[in-house]
Nanobody, 121 residues
Framework: VQLQASGGGLVQTGRSRRLSCAAS????????MSWHRQTPGKQRELVAA???????SYADSVKGRFTITRDNAENTVFLQMNSLEVGDTAVYFC????????????????WGSGTQVTVSS
């Protein structure tokens, strides 16, 4: 199983960035896909999730600014991040699970290695 996140980098406040996560080694279409983020000293936070039926959920802090989508043909999940804020600075991870959308990181079966997003003012 592999989840390879990409698209991170340095971006100015108010700008946009799109993260991608390419999956392999499991039946992608049967899994809930999600993005989480983590900053030093803090717990990993669920940012967005998309179910197998493409129902989406978001953390309150990113609602209206971030959009999660999935491409089952390409086994890829995306996170479009608009109107970025300094508070969005974190390492972003993609994750997969077969159960239900939860905030508990231990519920997720597979994790990617993370991509750093740094938002500068």
């Amino acid at each position: 199983v592999q989840l390879q996140a990409s698209g991170g980098g340095l971006v100015q406040t108010g700008r946009s960035r799109r993260l991608s996560c390419a999956a392999s080694g499991f039946m992608f279409r049967n899994y809930i896909m999600s993005w989480h983020r983590q900053t030093p000293g803090k717990q990993r936070e669920l940012v967005a999730a998309i179910t197998t039926g493409s129902n989406r959920s978001y953390a309150d802090s990113v609602k209206g600014r971030f959009t999660i989508t999935r491409d089952n043909a390409e086994n890829t999940v995306f996170l479009q991040m608009n109107s970025l804020e300094v508070g969005d600075t974190a390492v972003y991870f993609c994750a997969a699970q077969k159960g239900m959308v939860t905030r508990d990181a231990s519920d997720y079966d597979y994790w990617g290695s993370g991509t750093q997003v740094t938002v500068s003012s």
